[in-house]
């Protein structure tokens, strides 16, 4: 089992800056990728950044250039920097991470952050 732990939503004004930080703890043999999903009131989750083991990235179309995961292999920690807000990027972000033992995958969601730009 892994744990999620999430840190850094809250309310900003447009144009500022967060950083979301998501540590994961537990039973961690081998991460394929961390990244972040984001779910505004009657919308679909979509994905804003991920990053797999071996370093490689992929943005949602709305968030590239202004937003930047990065990650800690050490602490197993993954970041998003969140630059130039806007008011339609609030939402509720979630982190995840896909892990492997054996043959097997698993997928673990963070309980999720509320990040509230106003207007």
């Known amino acids: 089992q892994v744990q999620l732990v999430e840190s850094g939503g809250g309310l900003v004004q447009a144009g500022g800056s967060l950083r979301l930080s998501c540590a994961a703890s537990?039973?961690?043999?081998?991460?394929?990728?961390m990244g972040w999903y984001r779910q505004a009131p009657g919308k679909q989750r979509e994905l804003v950044a991920t990053m797999t083991g071996g370093g490689s990235t992929n943005y949602g179309d709305f968030v590239k250039g202004r937003f930047t995961i990065s990650r800690d292999h050490a602490k197993n920690t993954v970041y998003l920097q969140m630059n130039s807000l806007k008011p339609e990027d609030t939402a509720v972000y979630y982190c995840?991470?896909?892990?492997?033992?054996?043959?097997?995958?698993?997928?673990?969601w963070g309980q999720g952050t509320q990040v509230i730009v106003s207007s």
């Open positions: 995840h991470t896909q892990t492997m033992r054996s043959v097997w995958k698993y997928d673990y």
């Open positions: 537990g039973s961690i043999s081998s991460i394929n990728a």
